[in-house]
């Protein structure tokens, strides 16, 4: 069963999704289109990518997007399910800055 609790973080969960690829930072680099450099630095902890980045990572590997920040939820995406009700949800985007909640608020109107 899950939680909904903050069980971890992004730099864990994006440095599990790394080693479950087999990939090197390089080739996803690559295929995310943002530096090597900035993939080192959220694999470390130094940084954290913006939430439209987080999203498109999220979606590249086809990961939830609240377990992509660490929350107990299933970590299979869903694309059928919206979630701007729901409690995770809410707990995630109450310490986001304005831009990102808009941005995140457009997209999520686009699903309905």
Not at 6 to 16: A, I, P
Not at 69 to 77: E, P, S, T, W
Not at 98 to 101: K, Q, R
């Given at each position: 069963?899950?939680?909904?609790?903050?069980?971890?973080?992004?730099?864990?969960?994006?440095?599990?999704?790394?080693?479950?690829?087999?990939?090197?930072?390089?080739?996803?680099?690559k295929e995310l289109h943002v530096s090597n450099q900035a993939?080192?630095?959220?694999?470390?902890?130094?940084?954290?990518?913006?939430?439209?980045?987080?999203m498109a990572v999220a979606d590249y590997f086809n990961v939830n997007v609240q377990w992509l920040?660490?929350?107990?939820?299933?970590?299979?995406?869903n694309r059928h399910i919206i979630i701007s009700n729901s409690d995770i949800f809410r707990k995630i985007i109450m310490g986001m800055e304005?831009?990102?909640?808009e941005t995140v608020m457009k997209i999520f109107e686009k699903t309905e």
């Open positions: 069963m899950f939680t909904g609790e903050k069980v971890s973080n992004f730099q864990e969960r994006f440095s599990q999704l790394v080693e479950e690829s087999g990939k090197s930072l390089l080739q996803l680099s993939l080192s630095t959220w694999r470390t902890g130094v940084r954290s990518p913006k939430l439209p980045t987080v920040f660490g929350f107990d939820v299933i970590k299979k995406a304005h831009d990102d909640y």
